[in-house]
């Protein structure tokens, strides 16, 4: 699977999921969405993770509703662009690849960064619906 499908995999299962605990298909490779899951349990969406028997669990937040935004087109982001984003939308969750790794947007502003966006992680309390 690319890493698309296994994202979008990822985060079906989770928003669609009727209980607190989470497994994934074997499918669902955890090194590659290892960064995507730091950063959910950093803003509150996923409390924990963990292997067993080679399957990934995640114990997801129920009072927290999301929402994905995905691009079909490669957008580059400046330095400038991520601020500009952040401070008009600061419930918003901007995933930014970069050659160090996968970052969230305000990660991206301590290190003066700049990348190509993967999606957004649009939160409860976000502006724009």
Partial sequence: ????KDVS???NLIKTSRENKVLFPTTVKYYKIRKIIQILLKYGIIYSYGLSNNNLYIYRNNYVTF???????IKYLSLYKIKSFI????HNIYIVSTSMGLFDGKDLLKLNLGGY???IIKTKGSLIR
């Avoid at 929402?67 to 087109?73: G, R, S």
């Avoid at 401070?87 to 600061?90: D, R, T």
């Fill in 117 to 119: 966006l993967v999606f």
């Fill in 67 to 73: 929402e994905i935004l995905y691009f079909n087109k």
């Fill in 9 to 11: 995999l990822f985060f």
């Fill in 1 to 4: 699977m690319t890493f698309k």
């Fill in 87 to 90: 401070s008009k939308n600061p």
